[in-house]
């Protein structure tokens, strides 16, 4: 199986030791070859590096390094938006309004066979595409 990665999943990987029990259980225990980015996340990476930029440029480099490093973890493996994903997109926000990044991760996620990994349910739920929110998920128990 194979999945398309939201931002926020990326980014609670990204807290290392701080981040989620379930979802790093979930994360840890998926061959990294079927995870997969769309774009649509490396853009949203980079608005929240732009905005960090104004008021903490170190803060803004320090998500510069990890952004170059997420592009280098997914090479070969980051998704466009494409007609396909384009057509499907139309045709899921004619069902009900949708955040328009919500809804084209879902539009490719249905478009490519994949489950959408986000803590976002809410927004994509009843579209059409598989998803998974690994926030959801039963806590691994402690290994000691």
Known sequence: MSYLIDTNIVSEIRKGE???????????????????LSVLVLGEIRKGIERARRTDPIRAEVF????AAVEE??????LPIDRRVA?????????????????????????HGMTLVT?????VADLGASVLDPFDLPTPPESG
């Open 64 to 67: 510069e390094r990890w952004l």
């Open 73 to 78: 973890h997914f090479a070969g493996r980051i």
């Open 87 to 111: 057509d499907e997109w139309g045709r899921m926000i004619a069902i009900r309004p949708v955040p328009t990044v919500d809804a084209l991760l879902a539009a490719s996620a249905k478009v």
């Open 119 to 123: 803590r976002n349910l809410r927004d």
């Open 18 to 36: 701080r981040c989620d029990p379930r979802v790093a259980a979930w994360w840890a225990g998926i061959d990294g070859t079927d995870l997969h």
